[in-house]
């Protein structure tokens, strides 16, 4: 399916981004190692919630969905998985999540496999898979070393186990099983990147009061976790999503017009709220209000070195954002963005050099100057972030922008079109009339 982009004049209208995906997850998660009742508000419906909700279910939650609220009851620990095989999709997090959990069932001598879609079975996880095998679980790889499927047996008694850094998502998996394991656990953890997920993580488990401590010694963070805790199921509504309204809030900055984006609250652990300073930093016209962000755009950019190491999620945009900037704009230290649903340093240099940026491109990052756009046909390689960015490179290209695999922007933004299109954007699926 493509998108088809065309320049777009002006932008007005008052708009609310999606819920957040990392904090629908988390909260979804949770809910389904609790006993009793929890219900989750304005959760975020889209292709990698519905994945984590499916494995929730397989892990023996009863999930009921009215609109936006689920409502989890679960009989607590151990889980009583039914099943012989646990499919998560492709979301990450999900993934990751779910492998600690699998030493937390019944029967957990019986081997289980854990098995995803292509796109995240192209995604490392070794060094999660080594650190688990340190922690009570036997893991074996069912086709390739380092990648799904696998299987998966033995109970998560805890102990003494370092990760790598790479990814917050292996160490908030460990976050948040170890305190159910049977005994008490230390993780070391080398380099730790996109440090705002991981504390998102550690806020919730302090808002269960789970005991931990955590300490840093240079580029090593060490947690050391209690074990035999239990979660108490909760009621709680999930704010919007930073990481979705990154696309608006560009789009809003680089056009003319006014755009009023309600629901974000900047007091929330989300890391990706920091694009809202780059911008500022960078000249352009937001004012913030009680979880309203009010956007006049169109004004003079200038270009900024970023250092992207806790938001590798913002790079695709922040890529756009530098074409429009006068002068350079550098992305670095965010290597880590070449491992999620594709290469993204990649994908958004080839994409938006089509479209006559000049970028050149750096193993941690990228260097971008200020660039006249035109419309191309670019790919989105099957990535939601690539996909959204690239239609903003549109939005401010002369002529015609045609971006493949726009179906994928339901992982994340599944109303992402037609809330584009409720502020004026001039966006549309190609034959949208036939489909």
């Known amino acids: 399916m493509n998108l088809i982009v065309k320049k777009t004049s002006i932008?007005?209208?008052?708009?609310?981004?999606?819920?957040?995906?990392?904090q629908s997850i988390r909260a979804i998660i949770l809910a389904s190692l609790c006993q009793g009742e929890s219900i989750v508000k304005n959760v975020l419906l889209s292709d990698d919630t519905r994945d984590a909700?499916?494995?929730?279910?397989?892990?023996?939650?009863?999930?009921?969905?009215?609109?936006?609220?689920?409502v989890i009851n679960n009989h607590g620990l151990p889980l009583r998985i039914k099943i012989a095989e646990i499919q998560s999709g492709n979301s990450g997090i999900t993934t990751h999540f779910v492998m600690p959990l699998l030493g937390l069932r019944e029967n957990s001598n019986q081997p289980i496999i854990l098995n995803c879609n292509e796109q995240m079975r192209a995604r490392p996880i070794k060094s999660l898979v080594d650190a688990l095998g340190n922690l009570g679980l036997n893991i074996k790889y069912l086709k390739n070393e380092n990648t799904l499927p696998i299987s998966i047996s033995g109970k998560l008694i805890g102990g003494k186990t370092y990760i790598d850094g790479i990814t917050s998502q292996y160490l908030s998996a460990l976050l948040l099983a170890l305190p159910c394991a049977l005994g008490d656990s230390e993780i070391k953890v080398i380099n730790l990147q996109e440090r705002p997920y991981a504390n998102m993580t550690l806020?919730?488990?302090?808002?269960?009061?789970?005991?931990?401590?955590?300490?840093?010694?240079?580029?090593?963070?060490v947690f050391m976790i209690k074990g035999k805790q239990k979660y108490a199921n909760f009621s709680g509504t999930i704010s919007s999503d930073f990481s979705s309204a990154s696309y608006l809030i560009a789009a809003s900055v680089l056009i003319p017009g006014e755009v009023i984006l309600k629901g974000l609250d900047m007091t929330d652990p989300q890391g990706d709220k920091r694009l809202v300073n780059i911008l500022q930093e960078m000249g352009a016209d937001i004012a913030i209000y009680s979880k309203q962000l009010h956007i006049r755009g169109g004004k003079m950019l200038s270009g900024i070195k970023i250092n992207a190491n806790d938001i590798p999620d913002l790079l695709p945009t922040l890529a756009v954002i530098g074409t429009y900037a006068s002068g350079i704009t550098e992305i670095y230290n965010t290597a880590h963005a070449r491992i999620k649903e594709t290469d993204r340093i990649r994908s958004m240099a080839n994409g938006l050099s089509r479209m006559g940026a000049k970028i050149l491109e750096q193993d941690d990052g990228m260097i971008i100057h200020k660039s006249a756009l035109q419309g191309a046909m670019v790919k989105g390689c099957g990535d939601h972030r690539t996909v959204m960015a690239l239609s903003i490179a549109g939005m401010i290209a002369d002529g015609t922008t045609i971006i493949d695999d726009s179906e994928s922007i339901n992982k994340t933004f599944p109303t992402f079109i037609n809330t584009m299109q409720s502020i004026g954007a001039r966006i549309e699926v190609e034959n949208a009339s036939s489909t």
């Not at 932008?11 to 990392?22: M, N, Q, T």
């Not at 909700?53 to 689920?70: F, H, M, P, Q, Y």
């Open 203 to 221: 806020c919730w488990l302090k808002d269960q009061g789970i005991q931990y401590q955590h300490e840093t010694k240079g580029n090593i963070d």
């Open 11 to 22: 932008l007005r209208g008052e708009v609310i981004p999606p819920s957040s995906k990392s």
């Open 53 to 70: 909700i499916k494995v929730c279910r397989n892990l023996g939650a009863k999930i009921s969905e009215s609109d936006n609220t689920l």
